[in-house]
């Protein structure tokens, strides 16, 4: 990214411009459309909407389609969410149930995974039809991944609009860009993956009703108005090329294994490995919880040892409460006091794990009684 900006090759001008550079830039941000609908297998099936990240992206679409119900069909939507997805998603289910919509949170079990039949059914004694569903591909405080196949099901019996916050996809999992046509909306945001912070996109299937978010001068077929943010959109294509390049799901997940063992040969029963035994996990979190070790005071000792780990999701660290997610997942206060999630590069080889290791051991060392 750093050679691209050296050759001063990106599109300064305003791609709504008629004149040579306007014309450059547009082009430069077409190249980039092509690319992401390509490489994430949804060119025949959906569009693509710009945006400055997942925050506004999941905005846009949760409110735009329950606006749209609203003022087309004159009926509210069910909503159904995780009380594990990010809280962007959560705060939302909150507006809408105030707004007259219904909110319903899906059923977690402790290892953070989900079963499809009641859920279908559930939705099915409701209103399909009008059925929205927010369903989290890789969590980002825990790591459990939910496979898309089983949103296909869900969809191909109900009929329920699903979108994807596929956020914590892209260098945590193998399979993050095998996306399926049949899902109605995917968002991700740019920084997760190594593009610049504050932009972001959204898939969404060609031809569905849905109100803007941010309405002006109409940019991007009226779906998201406002100058694009050109130079952050080539750093899309830049960063998931680099990714595509270098990303090695396999080394990535054994330095992650090998690290959690030495974590609990270590600790022994004063550890827990939250979602340890969940169906499907991801290759670069471990969220743990060192028992009786209040997680804002491990978290200050690493910071002090020059280790980051983080006690919340990133945007509610810093809040002393019990973590949410956690409880959610049926942890008493106690243990969700203590959480420390450690999030990991796609990089991350078995030198480094080791290195990380024998860092945080340290750390842990002093909090072990
Ligand atoms: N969804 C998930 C799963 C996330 O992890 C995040 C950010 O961490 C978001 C949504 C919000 O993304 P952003 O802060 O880039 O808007």
Redesign the pocket.
């Known amino acids: 990214m750093i050679e691209w900006l050296k050759q001063g090759d990106f599109a300064f001008a305003n791609p709504s411009s008629l004149h040579a550079s306007g014309r450059k830039a547009k082009k430069q941000l077409h190249e980039v459309q092509d690319y992401l609908l390509t490489s994430f297998g949804l060119k025949d099936s959906h569009e693509i909407i710009f945006h ?7 905005n846009m679409i949760l409110r735009g389609l329950s606006q749209c119900s609203l003022q087309n069909q004159k009926a509210p939507v069910q909503f159904f969410y995780a009380p594990t ?2 809280s ?2 959560t705060v939302l289910a909150e507006e809408l149930s105030q707004q007259g919509h219904h909110s319903f949170p899906i059923l977690v079990d402790h290892q953070g995974d989900f079963s499809e039949e009641p859920l279908i059914n559930q939705i099915k004694a409701n209103n399909p039809t009008r059925t929205i569903i927010n369903y ?1 591909f ?3 405080e825990t790591g459990v991944v939910w496979p898309l196949e089983l949103a296909e099901k869900i969809k191909k019996e109900t009929g329920a609009f699903i979108h994807v ?1 596929a ?2 996809a892209p260098g945590k999992i193998s399979n993050y860009d095998q996306l399926s046509p049949e899902l109605d909306a995917y ?1 991700f ?4 993956f190594g593009a610049l ?1 504050g932009i ?1 996109f959204t898939f969404i299937k060609k031809g569905l009703p849905c109100i803007p978010l941010i309405k002006g001068g109409g940019q991007q077929k009226g779906w998201r108005s406002g100058t694009e943010n050109t130079f952050g959109i080539y750093s899309l294509k830049l960063a998931l090329e680099e990714l595509k390049k270098n990303f090695d799901f396999e080394e990535l997940l054994q330095a992650k294994l090998s690290l959690e063992t030495q974590l609990k040969n270590f600790l022994g029963d004063r550890l827990i490995i939250v979602a340890e035994k969940a169906k499907w996990r991801n290759a670069n979190t471990i969220t743990l919880i060192l028992k009786n070790a209040k997680s804002d005071l491990v978290q200050a000792a690493c910071d002090m040892s020059g280790i980051e780990v983080s006690s919340g ?3 509610s660290s810093g809040s002393m409460n019990p973590n949410r997610v956690l409880m959610a997942m049926g942890f008493d206060e106690a243990c969700a006091r203590c959480g420390l999630r450690l999030s990991f590069s796609p990089y991350l080889n078995q030198r480094q794990a080791e290195e990380y290791f024998q860092g945080l051991s340290k750390v842990f060392a002093k909090f072990k009684n």
Not at 52 to 58: L, P, V
Not at 189 to 192: A, D, F, R
């Open positions: 400055s990240g997942a925050t506004e992206g999941i997805d990010h962007v998603v989290t890789v969590n980002n916050d956020v914590q968002t945001s740019g920084h997760k912070k972001g999701s990133a945007c």
